[in-house]
T-cell receptor
């Protein structure tokens, strides 16, 4: 199994630009999670999906952030417009039905907003 | 609400010595507890979990964790540390909200193993 695949691994952009981060979960997993990691705030859960439906987006910092999961094998996290304070590593993770909670994480997307 | 606390930002240990990374939890009902490790520039990797059964849980890379219900703790341990164990360690608890499961992570503890 290829694991959770995220792209891009690194993104450098200028303030005000749109950023789209992508995630392909492990095949057969029905829950998908987006996390953000910073030195100041640690690991924060932004949003999670179950069977492609957003369950809890209370961690999304503001309206500039949006996430979609159009099908079981793909999800996006979009920031528009981006700001320097959005600079962080964004992780996607997935887990399967009946799983006792073990999450499988991607390698992360490191975002730098100048 | 379900939560975990990792009281130490950093733990320093010499190679070959035993190590302990602390975690305490607060849950309603039976806890499902986890440890994850994060190496530099990598995603989190699952180490071990406690669901039920023996209080001593064995996991990857020689790590183990001891579940202590009376102390509401789930400390991570290893008898003999390696320099390669240096990483960021996260404790987590499974939370059930609105019928769905999610993991709530602690703030992380950086382990530094010196040669």
């Amino acid at each position: 199994d290829a694991g959770v695949i995220q792209s891009p691994r690194h993104e450098v952009t200028e303030m005000g630009q749109e950023v789209t981060l992508r995630c392909k979960p492990i095949s057969g997993h029905n829950s998908l999670f987006w996390y953000r990691q910073t030195m100041m705030r640690g690991l924060e859960l932004l949003i999670y999906f179950n069977n492609n439906v957003p369950i809890d987006d209370s961690g999304m910092p503001e309206d500039r952030f949006s996430a979609k999961m159009p099908n079981a094998s793909f999800s996006t996290l979009k920031i528009q417009p981006s700001e320097p304070r959005d600079s962080a590593v964004y992780f996607c993770a997935s887990c399967g039905t009946g799983n006792t909670g073990e999450l499988f994480f991607g390698e992360g997307s490191r975002l730098t907003v100048l | 609400a379900q939560s975990v606390a990792q009281p130490e930002d950093q733990v320093n240990v010499a190679e070959g010595n035993p190590l302990t990374v602390k975690c305490t939890y607060s849950v309603s009902g039976n806890p499902y507890l986890f440890w994850y490790v994060q190496y530099p520039n990598r995603g989190l990797q699952f180490l071990l979990k406690y669901i039920t059964g023996d209080n001593l849980v064995k996991g990857s890379y020689g790590f183990e964790a001891e579940f202590n219900k009376s102390q509401t703790s789930f400390h991570l341990k290893k008898p003999s540390a390696l320099v390669s164990d240096s990483a960021l360690y996260f404790c987590a608890v499974r939370a059930r909200e609105a019928g769905f499961q999610k993991l709530v992570f602690g703030t992380g503890t950086r382990l530094l193993v010196s040669p």
